[in-house]
């Protein structure tokens, strides 16, 4: 597991925003583990989550020219991404979009930089890729491409057929989807943690009964 996975999934753990225990997902469910990104909610978490967003961008090699969140969560990772991309000497232009659009200023959806050439969508998680699809319409609208979606956990988790959300995105749009994490990184964690085992077997059973292949 790369530096920067390993210490998100601990960071995420030690910020509780990655529990272990018994959760419902929308799917109904019963998983031995729950991630809410939304949990990061001070300056130092949002920090430190952009770090590793900046890491993982860097790390994937996916050309980009504009960082783009969408709203509400996708604001703020935009946002804190680029200002962590730029530290690290990589100043890139973001964007992010509104729910509803602005009738009076400068009017529309978009706020901060035009959607121009290639676009890097930055979110939390992708469930059924309905996000993923508004942002694609709406870059494609601004007669720019998506470049990838970049997301903090990939759950490696079936949906309806035999494909996760992450795999069903990127074979609808032809597009690299780039996680911080996945499962496989999180039972890496498990395998290496002391007094795991039983986190681990329980992680372990529900990716064998709900995993991707």
Do not use: W
């Not at 504009?66 to 969560?73: I, Q, R, S, W």
């Not at 007669?143 to 490696?156: N, Q, T």
């Amino acid at each position: 597991m790369s530096d920067f996975r390993r210490e998100f999934i601990e960071f995420a753990v030690a910020q509780n925003v990655l529990l272990f225990g018994e959760f419902i997902t929308k799917a109904g469910r019963t998983s031995p583990y729950f991630f809410n990104a939304g949990l990061f909610s001070d300056g130092a978490s949002v920090g430190e989550l952009a770090r590793c967003y900046a890491q993982a961008t860097l790390a994937s090699k996916v050309e980009f020219d504009v960082l783009f969140g969408p709203a509400y969560k996708g604001i703020v990772l935009a946002a804190a991404t680029a200002v962590k991309l730029a530290e690290a000497g990589h100043n890139v232009p973001f964007a992010f979009n509104r729910k509803e659009a602005k009738d009076h200023g400068e009017g529309g959806v978009l706020v901060g930089a035009p959607l121009k050439g290639r676009v890097l969508i930055i979110d939390d998680v992708i469930s059924a890729g309905t996000s993923v699809r508004e942002s694609v319409n709406l870059i494609r609208a601004q007669g720019a491409e998506p470049a990838g979606v970049l997301i903090a956990l990939d759950r490696m988790e079936r949906g309806t057929g035999a494909l996760s959300a992450v795999q069903e995105v990127e074979q609808q749009f032809g597009i690299p989807v780039i996680p911080i994490a996945t499962l496989n990184d999180l039972v890496g964690y498990l395998e290496n943690g002391e007094d795991m085992a039983d986190k681990l077997a329980r992680v372990r059973d529900y990716r064998a009964q709900y995993g991707i292949a």
